[in-house]
Nanobody, 115 residues
Framework: QVQLVEFGGGLVQLGGSLRLSCAAV????????MGWYRQAPGKQRELVAV???????NYPDSVKGRFTISRDNAKKTVYLQMNLLKPEDTAVYYC?????????WGQGTQVTVSS
């Protein structure tokens, strides 16, 4: 099993930056695909960034050029650097772990962008 613990949410002004962290406890990390999702009130959860075990990252157009996902396998941690934040980025952000049939989610961290 794996547990994911997230850090780094908060309140930021339009155009500001935040860095989210997600630490994995209890299972293999380096071979896992790690992702960040978000869910705004009344909306479905959506992918904002994913990084493969080989370090290849992908983003939807809504965050491309503003968000950067990275990973530190030695620390079993994945990061999401968010720049040029907009009010529409306001959501609960969730870390996601996928390794074979094993799937896990973090508890979520609130990101609020004020205008």
């Amino acid at each position: 099993q794996v547990q994911l613990v997230e850090f780094g949410g908060g309140l930021v002004q339009l155009g500001g930056s935040l860095r989210l962290s997600c630490a994995a406890v209890g299972s293999s990390f380096s071979n896992a695909v790690m992702g960040w999702y978000r869910q705004a009130p009344g909306k479905q959860r959506e992918l904002v960034a994913v990084i493969t075990s080989g370090g290849i990252a992908n983003y939807p157009d809504s965050v491309k050029g503003r968000f950067t996902i990275s990973r530190d396998n030695a620390k079993k941690t994945v990061y999401l650097q968010m720049n040029l934040l907009k009010p529409e980025d306001t959501a609960v952000y969730y870390c996601n772990y996928k390794l074979g049939s094993l799937l896990a989610w973090g508890q979520g961290t609130q990101v609020t962008v004020s205008s």
